[in-house]
């Protein structure tokens, strides 16, 4: 899990079946083994096997068929509200600009009260 606790990285595995996902977190996921037809709203299916990867956003949903034991890993990401994003982005996007030394300037000034 990251130490903002908005992502995480697990190992998953299913054995032959059918089942519907809701995804709630945006997920990337990397197929390590196995086969699985994905079937999304609209009806077009996808195959996914060994090797494969796809991204499956938030509020998405997808009928899952498994037709070989299927192993994955998958990346999964809670959204942020848009405007903390934004924030996020720019902070990020600051210190790259600034290197280490803006970073040190901006924790100084923020700390001193400026």
Known sequence: MSQDKTSR????????GVFDWHYDEDEVVYIIAGEVFITSRDGAERRLGEGDM????????CR????QPVRKIAVLRKNMPKLFS????????????????????????????G
Not at 54 to 61: I, T, Y
Not at 64 to 67: D, K
Request: some cysteine; proline content about 4%; glycine content about 10%.
């Open 54 to 61: 796809a991204h499956f956003p938030a509020g998405s949903a």
């Open 9 to 16: 990285t697990m190992v998953w595995e299913c054995t032959p």
């Open 64 to 67: 899952w068929r498994i037709t």
């Open 86 to 113: 934004l924030g996020v982005r720019a902070w990020h996007k600051l210190r790259r600009a600034g290197g280490s030394s803006a970073w040190a300037c901006i924790a100084t000034t923020v700390l001193a009260g």
